[in-house]
């Protein structure tokens, strides 16, 4: 039996809302290789793969805190931790573009997510209830204080706060216009 305090009642609200977390984050770090002046198209394509994967996260935490338990835990896993490879490639190809603050905070919870379920998909299936708002409070918290700080240093936030809080997208190079 789960309690709302107890850390029993963070799953799966915990690894759901890390999710979320790291789902914003890879929009964010995705839309930045997107919309980069110097984007090559390897920056782009790993971009667009981030952005993709920030998808994926945010509806795979809904959904699992929607059914009160962990969906395909093994696989989020898997998928974390390529997203993790992605993230990678991405700082490396550009270290100037992707804000540290970011690329670590996305790191941080895209780990959560994996060692989350990686354990949870180690234990014996047995009915849960949904964590408690005690849970759900305590979780969103140290979500946001990783989250809001990461997306503020990103590149997109810059863009953003450098054309007076409107985003624009380049027009693609090379096409003769």
């Known amino acids: 039996m789960t309690t709302t305090g107890s850390v029993g009642a963070l799953i799966p609200a915990g690894p759901a809302i890390a999710a979320w ?8 770090l995705g839309a930045g290789a997107l919309t980069a002046d110097t984007g090559d198209v390897g920056s782009r394509a790993l971009g667009l793969a981030l952005a993709v994967a920030g998808l ?3 509806a795979w935490g809904g959904i699992s805190l929607v059914r009160g338990r962990l969906i395909m835990q093994r696989g989020v896993g898997a998928a974390a931790l390529t997203a993790l490879g992605a993230l990678t490639a991405a700082f490396i190809l550009d270290p100037v573009g992707n804000s540290v603050l970011s690329v670590a905070a996305t790191a941080l919870l895209l780990t959560a997510v994996a060692v989350w379920t990686s354990i949870a998909a180690r234990r014996p299936s047995r009915p849960r209830r949904n964590a408690g708002i005690l849970g ?17 240093a990103s590149e997109v936030a810059r863009i953003s706060a450098d054309s007076g809080g409107t985003v ?10």
């Open 168 to 177: 624009t997208v380049p027009a693609p190079r090379g096409h003769g216009h």
């Open 136 to 152: 759900i409070i305590v979780a969103a918290v140290l979500v946001a204080g990783i989250t809001t700080p990461a997306l503020a």
């Open 56 to 58: 994926g996260a945010l």
């Open 21 to 28: 977390g790291a789902g914003l984050l890879l929009i964010a």
